[in-house]
């Protein structure tokens, strides 16, 4: 049975969960966080202060980067990185997105990321992101419940049971209300929601989230279910540590970025510059040269925590037949010969160091060699900035669902081995 303090965390989580239904209220969820417990928010266009003793977050769009310098902190001082992605996979709302027929207002979405589809079925969904006004503010919007994809009865197709297909266009473009679309406006409700003026909104970046509050369930409460786990698990728990942390030799940060669902190559995913940008402000208001810049990478780690799969009860023949992490039996570690994900013997040995500190069992992940595995921010950060990585994560069931499956000890647990990790 979880721990007191694991089904607090789980709790937590599912706060954080409610307050992220997409990439930008996660990120402001972070910064939100995190100024509670101390730490002062920065804007990229001002100049940062000294850096020695700070604890600071800055956000960039649906990304945040959070750090905290010890007193003692030298041009030279390495960095311990745990990140992790806030996009999840779902719906994007199109441009003209108020459609409809045959009496039903509609809602216009494109597919984002990899989601299972029929997963994202018969739920009462939001429509959350950001608008931008005629002005360029940027105002974070959540309609609550208001989009369902309803799916066909089964006597109008009677072999749905046996496999069921649904085409990316024409079955998955939600229903929110009755009536035609030229009298309709759905951006009205979306700013409604979002105390704005609807004739004001000049661009938006808007996608559809389950509206379901995480739940502990099951034999013992050993389980959590929520939705977008992937990756908020490893976002709140790198949030959870780094509002603990106090001191340590490193500097401790915790990077979660945007779009790795989509390859994270965009100016707030980890493929692109941010992390670097912030690394090399942060170095030089230590009064780093470039040398020193490079001797302090060298001196670094980043732990890339994504979710993996738990083997699987029905599906055994899915997984490895040897290593076959189980839900709640602790974090894993996620090793590919190929290096989709970046860990390496190093990285194995610096790990289970960390777990031992913070007293947590850890798991071992690899893929059938018939079934490939997927891939992480890890192998990104490595080649973008040279920094040793190690890949982890928690296991999970149901990953890219609309709702996903972990365990109530292993959330827990992975902030756990961020706190160690950060004050190595």
Known sequence: MPTPDALAHAEDLAAFVAASPSSYHAAAEVARRLEAAGFTRLDETDAWPAQAGGRFVVVRDGAAIAWVVPEGAAATTGVHVFGAHTDSPGFKLKPQPTTGSHGWLQAGVEVYGGPLLNSWLDRELTLAGRVVLDD??????????????????????????????????????????????????LLAAVAASAGVDAGRIRGYDLVAADTARGAVFGHDDAFFAAGRLDDLASVHAGVVALAQHTAGEHIAMLAVFDHEELGSSTRS????????????????????????????????????????????????????????????????????????????????????????????????????????????????TATRLGIRTVDVGIPILSMHSARELAGVSDLAALSRVAGAFFAA
């Open 269 to 380: 995913g980890a493929a692109g510059p941010f992390l670097a940008e912030v690394l090399e402000r942060v170095w030089l208001g230590l009064g780093a040269d470039r040398e020193q810049q490079l001797r302090a990478l060298s001196a670094s780690w980043c732990v890339s925590s994504d979710v993996g799969h738990s083997v699987h009860p029905n599906y055994p023949e899915k997984h490895d037949p040897v290593v076959q992490p189980l839900l709640g039996s602790g974090p894993i570690l996620k090793i590919n010969a190929n290096q989709r994900y970046a860990t390496d013997a190093p990285g194995a040995a610096a790990w289970h160091a960390w777990c031992d500190a913070a007293g947590v069992h850890s798991q071992e992940f690899v893929s059938n060699n018939a079934v490939p595995c997927g891939s992480t921010i890890g192998p990104i």
């Open 136 to 185: 360029g503010t940027q105002v974070l919007a959540s309609t609550g419940p208001l989009l369902r994809l309803p799916q066909l009865a089964i006597h109008l197709d009677r072999g749905v049971n046996d496999g069921l297909a649904l085409d990316k266009q024409r079955h998955t473009q939600p229903v929110w209300g009755l009536g035609e679309p030229q009298s309709a406006d």
